[in-house]
């Protein structure tokens, strides 16, 4: 009986901990680019044509992903992690509402792009698909050259 008191009360401060740490997160300051818009490799013309159309689908679809997050934001920042108290913008209500927005339609877009680009990319050229990937890192990269200045 006592063991499962002790269990009981372990499993209650748990749930207590883990609901008061959601609950300090949106006090958090929020990153105006996400955390996941990087990539950790850039590849060249032979390795991704020796790469199968489903491999470069997923690469294009990263590359993409990583792009929409980034691009609009520029005027803003060009790394992830950036939060708007960085950059000096006040940390009031409107301002977080308008980020949470913009996060959420960045995400509505992202999944029908996504799923959309699934089911058209396996039917394109796997030349054009290589070209396409070259083309999104290369502007990766200077957005990277962007970030040095």
Known sequence: MKVRIFLFGICMFALSSSKCLA???PNMPQSIISTSASIRTYNDDKTLKALSKGE???LYIERMKVIIRILPKIGLATKPGVTMTDLGIPDTSD???ALDLEKEATNTYLDITVDYLRKMLPF???GQLVHAILFYEQTLKSLR????Q
Request: proline share 0%; aromatic share 0%.
């Open 23 to 25: 609950q300090a997160k």
């Open 56 to 58: 470069l689908v997923e």
């Open 95 to 97: 301002n977080k509402k």
């Open 124 to 126: 394109c050229d796997k």
């Open 145 to 148: 050259d962007l970030e040095a």
